[in-house]
C-alpha cells in the first residue's frame, strides 16, 4: 500500500511540475501558435473566475431553498433535518469558495503575480 501511495504522489508531482514551475512568470502569454502551458493556465484561470460568481450563487440558492424547507415544513422532523443539511453544505461551500478566493489573492499580491493592488506613493517635494 505504502508502495501505491509513494508511486501516486511522484507519479502527480512530475505531472504537475511544469504547472507549479511556470505558475511564478510574471510575463503574459503572448505565444501565438499552438497551444503551450502558459495558455492552458490562463485559460483554466479564466473559466474558474467566470465559475467562481456562479457557485456563489448556486449555493445561496441551495442555503435558501434549506432555509425554506427548515421554516415551511417545521412539522416534519424529516425536512426539518433535510432543510438543515442544505443549509450547512451551502455554508460550508460559501466557506470554502471565500477562503479559496483569499487565499490565492494573498499568494498572488504576496508574490507580485497576477491582479495585486498597488498602492501608489505619495512624491516628496
Known amino acids: 500500500m505504502k508502495i501505491y501511495n509513494s508511486k501516486y504522489i511522484i507519479g502527480s508531482t512530475s505531472i504537475l511540475l511544469p504547472i ?60 426539518i433535518e433535510k432543510g438543515k443539511n442544505y443549509m450547512v453544505w451551502a455554508v460550508l461551500a460559501l466557506f470554502v469558495l471565500v477562503s479559496f478566493r483569499v487565499i490565492i489573492s494573498f499568494i498572488s499580491s504576496d508574490l507580485g503575480l497576477g491582479d495585486s493592488n498597488i498602492t501608489p506613493s505619495i512624491p516628496q517635494g
Open 20 to 79: 507549479i514551475s511556470t505558475a511564478q512568470s510574471i510575463v503574459p502569454c503572448t505565444s501565438g501558435f499552438g497551444i503551450t502551458v502558459c495558455n492552458v493556465i490562463d485559460n483554466t484561470n479564466r473559466v474558474l473566475n467566470m465559475l467562481n460568481p456562479i457557485l456563489f450563487s448556486l449555493s445561496f440558492v441551495v442555503f435558501f431553498w434549506g432555509l425554506s424547507k427548515f421554516v415551511l415544513n417545521s412539522d416534519s422532523k424529516e425536512e
